[in-house]
């Protein structure tokens, strides 16, 4: 038996003691100190395509471009929007979706999400069953890309005449029909809080609360807790999160004002939370310019959790 062969079967045959020693000291990150359990977080960064929604809604720019742009910055991940993709609201073929899952791969980044519009907000049940297909069907174009999550709103707002409570109970059966649907592919449902049918932490967590956990959570939009102090209402839902969208502004006591980034990240840090971070920015003017300094911002407070 060659030297190589015996040296590599004293590798499997290893003590366990032993093996859990090996580059203790090189790679800290696989077993954080009591001291440092931030580091179990292992934070990474994706961006939201919609970040570019004026160009790419003009036809100015195309969605290849913008996974070519995300490619050449220093992040991990992109949020491919569905409705960037072709022949949106129709589903797009399969040989399209596969050859922006290979451009995504190709440019060196992972799909952290993905989202759609859609509304359950409506008294009918056949128009709130129509848009429950229609979510299905892009929860398989999702689980084809290969992202975890897919976004997905409740209502743009209460029908006149109805209760909070009573609408809600409408969408969480729409929610459930998707979430078993989501199971089935392997995608997360993510509700997005959008300040329009859902206005509060509390009006958020109603949801969650009635659906599977494993399956159901939050989009928790930083920049769209409008109705109370904002910082408070992100800590409410921090536990909740599947999935985040990083903005710069945030409102308080119904002031729109900068983000605190480094407030926002200890939130996130408290929380069970892990994986990507998804920033967006909505500030007018060419995103080419406006994005890489807020994510340099961004990276800059998340580094020591990363």
Same mark, same amino acid.
């Given at each position: 038996m060659? &030297?190589?062969r015996k040296f590599l079967q004293s590798l499997f045959f290893m003590p366990a003691i032993a093996k859990? #020693?090996?580059?203790s000291s090189s790679n800290k990150r696989l077993v954080p100190s009591e001291n440092n359990s931030s580091l179990s977080h292992r934070f990474k960064i994706s961006l939201n395509a919609y970040s570019f929604n004026a160009p790419l809604t003009k036809k100015e720019i195309t969605i290849e471009e913008v996974i070519d742009f995300c490619g050449n910055l220093n992040i991990d991940a992109i949020d491919i929007t569905e409705y960037y993709l072709q022949n949106y609201p129709q589903v797009p073929s399969d040989?399209?979706?596969y050859s922006i899952k290979n451009r995504v791969h190709k440019a060196g980044l992972s799909i952290s999400g993905t989202g759609i519009r #859609?509304?359950?907000g409506s008294p009918n049940p056949a128009d709130r069953q129509a848009e429950v297909n229609f979510v299905k069907k892009w929860i398989e174009v999702a689980a084809k890309l290969g992202a975890p999550v897919i976004r997905i709103y409740s209502a743009k707002k209460l029908p006149e005449g109805?209760?909070?409570k009573e609408v809600a109970d409408w969408i969480i059966e729409s929610f459930? &029909?998707?979430v078993q649907y989501g199971k089935k592919f392997g995608v997360i449902i993510a509700m997005q809080n959008h300040n329009d049918f859902i206005l509060t932490a509390e009006q958020a967590i109603y949801f969650v609360d009635r659906l599977d956990k494993q399956w159901f959570g939050l989009v928790v939009d930083t920049g769209n807790f409008q109705t109370k102090e904002g910082y408070s209402e992100i800590e409410l839902v921090a536990p909740y999160a599947v999935n985040w969208q990083i903005k710069e502004l945030i409102t308080i006591n119904g002031k729109v004002q900068p983000m605190d980034l480094k407030k926002l990240v200890k939130i996130i840090a408290a929380s069970p939370y892990k994986g990507y971070l998804p920033t967006e920015t909505l500030n007018p003017g060419d995103p080419k310019v406006i994005i890489p300094p807020f994510l340099k911002k961004?990276?800059?407070q998340l580094k020591p959790y990363m």
């Open positions: 060659s &030297q190589r859990s #020693n090996m580059g040989a399209y979706i #859609n509304d359950f109805y209760a909070w459930e &029909q998707c961004v990276s800059d």
